[in-house]
């Protein structure tokens, strides 16, 4: 799959969040064929450490970490970071698991198990809008 923007020279930093390192490990194959540099992290404390050292263009965020959660995560990371994307994915399926996650700074909330051949579609449509609107601004 060929996505607009996909070359060397604009390689997309990815920072994805995730309590299970398999599922970690997922992402960055994922992506990486798309050329995204993905930067994998477990827990709150070290995803909010590096969040804050290095610039990314993304931030995928799952509810479980092995210290904290997703909501707490994406809440710490909109104190000091409002213009990053923020997908959040999870397997809850409540309709007050989307809300949380969407009133705590992200911008999408998908499913688990979700279509995985879409996921960087989205992602690189979530960049392009947030880079569109930090011109305008």
């Avoid at 607009?4 to 299970?20: E, F, M, N, Y």
């Avoid at 992402?27 to 540099?37: D, H, I, S, W, Y």
């Avoid at 279509?115 to 960049?127: G, M, S």
């Amino acid at each position: 799959m060929k996505i607009k923007g996909d070359t060397p020279s604009t390689k997309k930093r990815i920072l994805c969040a995730d309590g299970h390192e398999d599922t970690c490990s997922l992402v960055t194959c994922l992506l990486k064929p798309f050329g995204c540099e993905v930067t994998t992290v477990n827990d709150m404390s070290n995803g909010l450490r590096i969040a804050r050292a290095a610039d990314y263009d993304l931030y995928m965020v799952a509810c479980k970490l092995t210290e904290g959660t997703g909501i707490e995560f994406c809440e710490k990371l909109r104190e000091f970071d409002q213009h990053t994307p923020i997908l959040f994915w999870s397997a809850r399926v409540y309709e007050s698991d989307r809300q949380r996650a969407l009133d705590a700074g992200a911008n999408v909330f998908l499913r688990k198990p979700c279509d995985y051949d879409a996921i960087p579609t989205i992602i690189f449509q979530l960049i392009d809008e947030s880079q569109q609107l930090q011109l305008v601004s």
